[in-house]
């Protein structure tokens, strides 16, 4: 198993590399659902390449990642394309959001999400109390040896999915469906990600594997790259192992955030004013933590902290700019942080790099480390906006769809040619249709298309 930290493998190479995993079917083919094409004239715009843009994404990013049932997947699952099978948590989230804007998918999406949850009663039954509810980077159709691989989670935007999928087809079953096993897997996350209390996650993996513990998050970023795993700082016991990060990430405690805020007005919508309550708690714990201990002036941005100290480990990274999408930033902090996002370290040709150029390990089609993915991008914009900074998350956004449009829809894209890299196709790319959807870009407009 590959546990040094300098490791160029990526989180599908490791996996298709690796003896250990013993996951050979993995990469192999699988046969598309039966979903049906897109309707026509669901979208308009006045650009037709836009139109054609929206065309290829729906076919080849969200239906075409659609398949039928497979043990131990019961249901509907997405994969993420390129080849590789299973069902990946951050990337299924963004294809959801767009899928249930599209008539008659309802079902398609509940069975997505079952699929979560029902690992997670298998899962318990396997693992001691404090492991329960964890819900896996991604779930393999015929992996045998599940509970030992993936042993680890990733970011946790499930609860944001599921809201997203709400607010665009009021599907209040799939709220309902979803409720309880998310908040689960919410204090699994504070429970083994926060083992100091602090109010901030870092990241971990119960195989003891550090490369796995970074597939929590933005797989081989730098501000990673000293981290180590740990034993559990008090409990203690025969069966316990080095599974605990030290370094604290603000990408992971920011999206733990966007998952909260979203949990709790699901709860609200739902009437459980309990649930509610005890989500703005962890919200409000975390935020003023983020603040507190991950703010750097200097920087502009947030930066990682060492779990046990709180000593900032410097360096700007793609993680530093999520909690604008979860509203941490002070009003100061977010205009701090668009002045950094406009300086030449941050300022390449194709925005957003995933490391600050002037950083000696940026390589602009390095991955994680200087290149640009429409993920990221898409939530960087997204959170720029709702500061009020319009223009600059504009042009972020304008500067993706054109990228896609001139050199085709990829996994990620080299921050100054703009070349395609990684995955053809990739599902969460069709975040290059949620910017312009969502009314972040300027230059490129699309919208759903209202019946008289």
Request: overall charge neutral.
């Amino acid at each position: 198993m590959i546990t040094q930290h300098n490791t160029k493998l990526t989180r599908r190479e490791f996996i298709t590399t690796s003896a250990a995993a013993g996951l050979a079917a993995f990469v192999l083919p699988a046969r598309a659902a039966d979903t049906g094409g897109l309707p026509g004239g669901l979208f308009e715009s006045p650009d037709p390449a836009v139109l054609k843009l929206v065309d290829e994404v729906y076919q080849k990013c969200i239906l075409g990642k659609i398949f039928p049932a497979q043990d131990p997947m019961l249901h509907n699952w997405i994969g993420p394309g390129g080849g590789y099978r299973g069902q990946w948590i951050w990337d299924t989230m963004f294809v959801v959001d767009l899928l249930s804007l599209l008539p008659g998918k309802e079902q398609v999406i509940r069975d997505v999400f079952q699929n979560y949850w029902d690992f997670q009663v298998r899962w318990n039954k396997e693992m001691p109390d404090y492991a329960h509810d964890m819900i896996p980077c991604m779930i393999i159709p015929d992996n045998k040896d599940w509970v030992k691989f993936p042993a680890y989670s990733q970011i946790a935007i499930l609860a944001w999915g599921v809201e997203r999928v709400y607010q665009r087809n009021h599907d209040k079953e799939l709220v309902k469906q979803c409720l309880q096993p998310l908040e689960r897997f919410h204090e699994w996350y504070w429970r083994e990600r926060d083992v100091t209390h602090c109010g901030l996650a870092a990241v971990g993996s119960y195989s003891s594997d550090i490369q796995h513990a970074r597939f929590e998050t933005f797989d081989v970023e730098c501000n990673m790259d000293g981290l180590n795993l740990t034993a559990h700082p008090t409990r203690k016991g025969d069966k316990e192992g080095a599974w605990y990060g030290d370094l604290c990430v603000p990408g992971n405690t920011a999206y733990l955030i966007v998952g909260e805020q979203s949990l709790m007005r699901l709860a609200l919508i739902m009437g459980d004013k309990e649930m509610a309550e005890r989500r703005k708690a962890r919200i409000d714990k975390a935020v003023a933590a983020m603040r507190k201990h991950m703010w750097d002036e200097e920087a502009g941005l947030f930066l990682t902290v060492h779990r046990d100290t709180l000593e900032k480990v410097r360096g700007g990274t793609i993680g530093s700019w999520i909690p604008l999408t979860a509203g941490v930033p002070t009003p100061d902090m977010a205009q701090r942080m668009a002045d950094t996002l406009k300086s030449p370290g941050w300022s390449t040709p194709l925005p957003v790099p995933t490391v600050d150029r002037n950083d000696k390990r940026w390589v602009s089609g390095a991955f994680w480390r200087g290149d640009v993915w429409p993920a990221t991008n898409y939530q960087i914009a997204s959170g720029l906006a709702a500061y009020g900074h319009k223009e600059l998350a504009a042009e972020i956004a304008d500067k993706t769809v054109a990228n896609a449009i001139q050199n085709g829809i990829s996994e990620r894209y080299d921050s100054v040619s703009g070349k395609k890299l990684g995955v053809e196709y990739l599902g969460m790319t069709c975040t290059v249709i949620t910017m312009m959807l969502d009314g972040l870009c300027k230059k490129h407009q699309l919208k759903i298309k209202t019946t008289p």
